[in-house]
């Protein structure tokens, strides 16, 4: 019998159990090691931060669903990663040991690059559904005595669609609450282009979201520096493509939502051969480490090299659909391994989005991921924003009951279909 622990229980970790568990069967032991209680579905976050999600409505209880499920769960916080004993320590002091472990503990938020920045300084953040809720009381005040806003993603960072979202359903909120005329708003980006995404564009993101921002009156500055917060005050530099400087702003706010870059958690960091300067882990083609063969990793704690070089820095998105890829390669990579063969999954690595944009939406379809791709296809309209939630529905679900199919790739081929999509 094999011990196989996942560590993470989020979008990536507990789809990783699932599907662990029905490739290995009983006579493998599949935990899962999480530090909160519940799994937040994180794509949900930004409608908390404008009260139209609750916490309830976007988190699930995960001792009784694994407990149903017959996974065993342990509540705890890796502190420590011993990967020379197989051995995990948590903050509790206990040790979990394993045969495999699949890490998926997405990301460490580095609010502290960046002087004034996060919950703790000046911005909101919509990372966490516990600072998506700080938000939207936030939300609620600001919105009694309203004034300028500033949203967007700072430099290093890799995921640029729910700084967009954020910003187009604040828009969406601001004008049902008939206050959206009192507030300035300005998105700021480490992108060199407003629609780059990280991803270079996918179909026409920079044309769709310019004309969105446009028509929301949302003024824009990219290949943007933010070089500190102050209270209602974010100092930005703003750089040309050749990384000289074209202007110094000091913009003034009274709501900021701004994400921030992401780095590897500490209990994995500074490991040789497992982790890369930013505490990612190194995976192959088959989503296992080179030095550590027993070790894998999913999601968004993965080390993907930068698509290209930008005035300045912006990562590479990973997004579910993705990170599902990563998932079933990863399952059945390991039970290859448990059969006595070579691991020979590879994972797609394509990327597919919904991006809500609070009364309609923009849908978008990029493989492979990297240009120049076989489909590199964007839309939008009305029908993104109901497939979203239904997207929601569907991936809670999926999580209570323990299924165990893949089906980004199924929720995808359909729409495709539907949207005749070529
Ligand atoms: C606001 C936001 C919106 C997004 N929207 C979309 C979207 O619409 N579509 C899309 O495709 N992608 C979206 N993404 C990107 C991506 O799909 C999500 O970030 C997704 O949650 C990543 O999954 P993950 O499993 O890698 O990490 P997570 O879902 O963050 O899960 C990591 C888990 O590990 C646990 N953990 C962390 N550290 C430890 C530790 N030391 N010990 C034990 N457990 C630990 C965490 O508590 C968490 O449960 C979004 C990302 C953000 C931040």
């Not at 996942?6 to 899962?32: C, D, F, N, R, W």
């Not at 890490?103 to 909101?124: C, R, S, V, Y």
């Not at 600072?131 to 640029?160: D, L, M, R």
């Not at 995404?197 to 009156?217: F, I, P, Q, Y």
């Amino acid at each position: 019998m094999a011990d196989i622990v996942v560590l993470g229980a989020g979008v990536g970790g507990i789809p990783m159990a699932y599907e662990m568990q029905s490739l290995a069967g009983s006579e493998h032991k599949i935990t899962v090691v999480n530090d909160n209680p519940f799994f937040q579905f994180t794509p949900s976050n930004p409608w908390v931060g404008v009260g139209w999600r609750s916490k309830k409505d976007v988190t699930i209880d995960l001792a009784p669903v694994f407990k149903k499920n017959g996974i065993e769960f342990i509540l705890g916080s890796a502190k420590k990663l011993h990967a020379d004993e197989n051995r995990l320590e948590l903050e509790s002091g206990e040790s979990v040991s394993y045969d495999y472990l699949v890490i998926a503990t997405g990301p460490e938020l580095a609010f502290d690059e960046i002087e004034g920045l996060g919950p703790k300084g000046h911005t909101q953040s919509v990372c966490h559904v516990d600072h998506a809720v700080s938000a939207n009381a936030e939300w609620e005040e600001f919105c009694k005595n309203p004034g300028p806003i500033t949203v967007g993603a700072v430099q290093g960072a890799s995921c640029y669609g729910p700084a967009y979202e954020y910003a187009m359903i604040m828009d969406t909120d601001l004008r049902k609450r008939g206050i959206r005329d009192q507030v300035p708003m300005t998105f700021i980006t480490a992108e060199p282009y407003v629609g780059h995404l990280g991803l270079g564009g996918v179909g026409d993101t920079k044309g769709m979201l310019e004309s969105e921002m446009r028509d929301r009156h949302i003024k824009w500055i990219t290949n943007a520096k933010v070089d500190k917060v102050e209270e209602g005050n974010m100092h930005v530099t703003e750089l040309n493509n050749d990384g000289s400087e074209v202007k110094k702003h000091e913009i003034p706010f009274k709501y900021s939502m701004m994400l921030p870059a992401f780095r590897g958690i500490s209990a994995v960091t500074g490991i040789e051969g497992l982790d890369n300067p930013r505490g990612f882990i190194i995976v192959d083609e088959h989503q296992q480490n080179p030095k550590y063969k027993n070790i894998f990793a999913v999601g968004v704690c993965i080390a993907i090299a930068p698509l290209e070089a930008t005035a300045v820095p912006v990562g590479v998105p990973k997004t579910g659909y993705m990170i599902e890829s990563m998932v079933t390669a990863t399952a059945h990579n390991i039970k290859e391994i448990l059969d006595g063969k070579e691991p020979s999954h590879k994972p797609t690595w394509n990327a597919f989005c919904l991006a809500d944009l609070g009364n309609k939406g923009i849908a978008f379809i990029a493989k492979p991921q990297n240009p120049p791709r076989n489909l590199n296809w964007a839309s939008q309209g009305k029908w993104v924003h109901y497939a979203k939630i239904a997207f929601e529905k569907y991936f809670m679900r999926k999580i209570r009951i323990g299924q165990s199919e893949p089906f980004y790739e199924k929720y995808m081929m359909d729409m495709i279909k539907v949207r005749k999509v070529k």
